[in-house]
């Protein structure tokens, strides 16, 4: 039973245009959400998260917007660039909003900037 | 600043054995995570362990046990190796309370 969702294995975009991904949830516990990326033969690295009190978060190049009623947020990326390419996995936890709990990962979407 | 660093970064075992994965905090961290990353899924969270003891637990057998020591550095073991075993193990650590967790570049553990 997936709680969190990533229904593209993969997406392509063009350097300098907008990349969005999108994740879903089922568990309505989840008060804390992640997004991670991830390079082949790394481990993941963190790139930015959002509280289930907010529904929005701005980093840089790097905004993740949660939509709490329909259980849904996405990642954009603004403008791409090539080395963006990578996995990009959403994670949810529970119970306190911090990473003193265990994190449920998406399968990823693979994203692919193409020059 | 180190990192999160794992031991070894490759491992080939056969069915039955037994295996012992090694995990070192990022300095400053104080809880340590382990995640088994299956090929073409999400890494799936095993346990994780705050002041030596085991904090909470994900869906995985007995089999599967783990450490903490008193420097905060960690090991995962898993008995009576299968097949379905062979998969990429993350250590993720963190600080308790903290807002992210930070991963090794994990061990690619193969069965055969």
């Known amino acids: 039973d997936q709680q969190v969702k990533q229904n593209s294995p993969s997406l392509s975009v063009q350097e300098g245009r907008i990349s969005i991904l999108n994740c879903d949830y089922t568990?309505?516990?989840?008060?804390?959400f992640l997004w991670y990326k991830k390079y082949p033969a790394e481990g993941p690295t963190f790139l930015i998260s959002?509280?289930?009190?907010?529904d929005k978060n701005e980093d840089g190049r790097f905004t993740v917007f949660l939509n709490k009623s329909a259980k849904h947020l996405s990642l954009h990326i603004v403008p791409s660039q090539p080395g963006d390419s990578a996995v990009y996995f959403c994670?949810?936890?529970?119970?306190?909003?911090?990473?003193?709990?265990?994190?449920?990962f998406g399968k990823g979407t693979l994203l692919t900037v193409n020059p | 600043d180190a990192g999160v660093t794992q031991s070894p970064t490759h491992l080939i075992k056969t069915r039955g054995q037994q295996v012992t994965l090694r995990c070192s905090p990022k300095?400053?961290?104080?809880?340590v995570s382990w995640y088994q990353q299956a090929l073409g899924q999400g890494p799936q969270f095993i346990f994780q362990?705050?002041?030596?003891?085991?904090?909470q637990r994900g869906n995985f057998p007995d089999r599967f046990s783990g450490h903490q020591f008193p420097n905060y550095s960690s090991e995962l073991n898993v008995n009576a190796l299968l097949l379905g075993d062979s998969a990429l193990y993350l250590c993720?650590?963190?600080?308790?309370?903290?807002?992210?967790?930070?991963f090794g570049d994990g061990t690619r553990l193969s069965i055969l």
């Open positions: 993720a650590s963190s600080l308790d309370r903290g807002l992210s967790q930070h």
């Open positions: 568990n309505s516990m989840f008060d804390y």
């Open positions: 959002i509280s289930s009190i907010k």
């Open positions: 994670a949810a936890s529970a119970g306190g909003g911090g990473s003193n709990y265990k994190l449920t």
């Open positions: 300095s400053g961290h104080d809880t």
């Open positions: 362990y705050y002041e030596e003891e085991e904090r």
